[in-house]
């Protein structure tokens, strides 16, 4: 973490008033304020502190303190580009003229094949206003049901567990304020130190408080080396991990039966499933031994409060939603739910991973975090849009399933991609590019050249989160206002805008402002009533008090930082216990393929990369991916510490150099997942869904590591993208 440039002393030069907002980068959203720079450069703006908000109290980490790096021309896109016919090269064009070849296209597209034949595909950094009118325009303006988001990819198996067991998802259910205030935290696959530094500091304090932080992770992390205990299970078993601590503090007479007993029901069954998951049992299940079990369930079920916090490590598997469920579980037999300095969070991921998920680019959704399937909400959200209930769409495929199908005969055959990277991102991402390119008509509004925009019939440049106003909603439920601080360059628009040329362009002169708080206004319509409930919340409430939790029904209540004090959301008011049991991974390792590989981030970088690769500064701390395996694994195969290795599986083969360390079990390697091939570890992960949230299973698959002998494979360079480099040939490229 590095502290951002200071203000400089009053009576400096070029004194512009900065302007308050937000990174644009991950779901902490760190208040920052933006001043035009003095000098004359490439690059608009320089970052200075905000100590006066909270969430991070002027702390910034290197991605956010090079953010506006990005603003500079160079290295985005300022024109939109169109391929003149199929392999062709794409080619500079007028908005205009590219606007109206999307518009015929998905006019054909419609016509030929239907509505749903025409996909649309989101992102979790897009703003809550944007997502809201990607939603409106592909049920409205295309009719299509198939409409899902990358967010699927990241945090829906904790939003699925949190509304079966509390009735409603907001990722933490208390301000991060609270966390060091516990009296044992259990931090569950989730790395702070790398995905959001300025978050450290509650963990810090917890410590400093007298609490106990205790780290479930495969690898030893910068988190896990500040943790009191750290467990390491082997991947895809954390569920079997939680049921092992809940059959030690029920044997240990841990339970609180009063808590039990008032605000939950199905903790019989619970209790059934956990007893049958014995200290040893787990210890052979998990790799953790079973001393460390039993620290961690009297720490935990002794503690006077505790919360157990998960980010990507348990949730993205295809047991996601049952494995965070059975921590659910664990807190309620504790009694940690639904009180002060108690509970179970998830750690978000993405920018707007929270608002994006709640107002309607879910294939399941509609805005207010509703069900599509809901006749009462069909009818709400219809009446708001001024449209027949009836013709609004059902739920539609997931985004796995979405991108599995395109170019077959019953899937998608135009795709329309704002704020999304799948060729990098998505699980199997060698079969995704595939199914891309057999697409009729691709279209990705980007602000620079993705590898996803490099595949594209017309690529859209659009604005950046310092170049328009728009809310976002940080992972407390904390909606917060990001504020546009200088125009964007000429040739660039902003997608509410190209949305409402579209519409006119599909027929719907009506409802698609490219202003962003006359949707917001919209978008609190629509939500009234709903689980996320945005009805009180305006822009001038957003700045004048640095963020409103939801839900906040009336511009009279003062929003809610704390759910469940007094009920849960489910109909009885009670919690449900999940009762889940422990069942392998979708893949396990074999004679063929005897590892695990398992998947993230690292601190320089952000989710596909296709921004941060762009910024020189960060490349240079991360310029590329990596192998990490175990010293006895690299000895085993020969393999010394910068050697390009390959890392094969069923579904592909990614080639980067090893980094040998014992941070990590002997038997699982890890790569990050921010480069393209050849280096991209999603060229290996497996898609395996979880039968609830429709997640893929990310964390963990089969794979083996091979010496790269082949000529040429054994050069490992060039995985950060050169910036602006212009029109590329991608789609004839085989
Ligand atoms: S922690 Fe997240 S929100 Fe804060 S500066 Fe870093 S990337 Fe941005």
Not at 161 to 169: C, E, I, N, Q
Not at 187 to 208: H, I, S
Not at 220 to 239: K, N, S, V, Y
Not at 335 to 364: I, S, V
């Amino acid at each position: 973490m590095t502290p951002a440039t200071t203000a400089p002393a009053a009576g400096s030069t070029g004194a512009a008033a900065p302007t308050a907002t937000h990174c644009p980068y991950c779901a902490l959203q760190c208040g920052m304020r933006l001043r035009p720079t003095a000098a004359a450069g490439p690059v608009p703006v320089e970052v200075l502190e905000r100590p006066d908000f909270p969430v991070n109290r002027g702390a910034l980490c290197g991605k956010g303190r090079s953010a506006p790096a990005l603003l500079a021309r160079g290295v985005r896109l300022t024109e939109p580009l169109v391929r003149e016919r199929p392999g062709g090269p794409l080619r500079a064009a007028g908005w205009d003229e590219a606007l109206d070849r999307v518009a015929a296209g998905l006019r054909t597209v419609r016509e030929r094949y239907g509505a749903d034949a025409v996909g649309v595909f989101g992102g979790g950094g897009l703003t809550n206003e944007k997502a809201y009118q990607l939603g409106k325009f592909a049920r409205v303006v295309l009719g299509t049901a198939n409409i899902d988001y990358n967010g699927r990819f990241c945090m829906s198996s904790a939003a699925a567990a949190h509304r079966r067991a509390f009735g409603l998802d907001r990722g933490l259910p208390f301000p991060l304020a609270d966390v060091p205030h516990t009296g044992c935290l259990i931090l569950v696959g989730a790395n702070p130190a790398d995905t959001m530094p300025p978050a450290l500091r509650y963990f810090r304090e917890l410590r400093e408080n007298g609490g106990t932080l205790i780290v479930v992770d495969p690898r030893r992390t910068r988190t896990a080396e500040q943790a009191d205990l750290h467990l390491r299970p082997r991947p895809g078993t954390d569920l079997a991990l939680a049921l092992g601590l809940l059959h030690l503090v029920i044997a240990d007479g841990l339970v609180d039966e009063a808590f039990v007993a008032a605000r939950t029901t199905g903790y019989e069954r619970a209790r059934a499933v956990a007893m049958a998951h014995w200290p040893d049992r787990v210890e052979r299940i998990t790799g953790v031994p079973v001393h460390q079990l039993r620290t961690a369930a009297q720490l935990f079920g002794r503690a006077a409060t505790g919360m157990v916090l998960t980010a990507r490590g348990p949730e993205q598997h295809s047991k996601g939603t049952d494995t965070v469920g059975a921590w659910i579980d664990l807190c309620l037999a504790t009694g940690n739910a639904g009180r002060r300095y108690a509970g179970y969070g998830c750690l978000t991921g993405q920018g707007n991973g929270q608002g994006g998920r709640e107002h309607g680019q879910k294939a399941d959704q509609l805005p207010g975090y509703r069900s599509i399937e809901d006749p009462a909400a069909r009818a709400h959200v219809a009446a708001v849009w001024g449209v027949d209930p009836d013709t609004l769409p059902r739920a539609g495929r997931s985004a796995y399933e979405l991108l599995d199908g395109l170019g077959r005969p019953d899937g998608a055959r135009a795709l329309l991609v704002a704020g999304s990277n799948p060729v990098v991102s998505a699980p199997n991402a060698s079969h995704v590019t595939a199914r891309l390119r057999e697409l009729d008509l691709l279209v990705v509004a980007d602000l620079v050249l993705s590898e996803t925009a490099r595949l594209a019939d017309v690529v859209l440049p659009v604005a950046q989160w310092a170049e328009e106003d728009g809310t976002t909603t940080n992972l407390e439920g904390r909606v917060i206002l990001r504020r546009r601080a200088l125009d964007p360059p000429e040739g660039v628009r902003g997608e509410l805008w190209l949305l409402g040329e579209l519409a006119r362009r599909l027929g719907v002169e009506r409802g698609f402002p490219a202003d962003a708080e006359q949707v917001f206004d919209e978008l609190r319509r629509a939500s009234a009533g709903g689980d996320a409930d945005y009805a009180g919340i305006s822009y001038r409430r957003i700045a004048a008090e640095d963020g409103v939790f939801w839900p906040c029904p009336d511009p009279a209540h003062p929003g809610t930082p704390r759910l469940f004090l007094e009920r849960f959301a489910t109909p009885d008011g009670r919690a449900r216990f999940a009762a889940a049991t422990h069942r392998p991974a979708g893949e396990e390792p074999d004679r063929e393929y005897p590892l695990h590989l398992t998947t993230g981030r690292v601190l320089a970088q952000y989710q596909s990369g296709a921004q941060t690769r762009r910024v020189a500064e960060l490349n240079a701390a991360a310029p590329g991916p990596f192998v990490e395996l175990h010293p006895r694994l690299a000895e085993r195969l020969g393999v010394v510490d910068g050697e390009a290795v390959a890392v094969v599986s069923r579904r592909g083969r990614a080639v980067a150099p090893a980094r040998v360390s014992a941070a990590i079990r002997p038997d699982t390697v890890f790569m990050p997942f921010h480069w393209p091939a050849p280096g991209r570890a999603n060229s290996l992960t497996n898609p395996a869904l979880d039968p609830v949230s429709r997640m893929p299973e990310f964390k963990t698959c089969a794979v083996r590591v091979e010496r790269v002998r082949e000529l040429g494979e054994d050069r490992v360079g060039g995985f950060g993208d050169e910036p602006a480099r212009g029109p590329l040939d991608e789609r004839t490229a085989g």
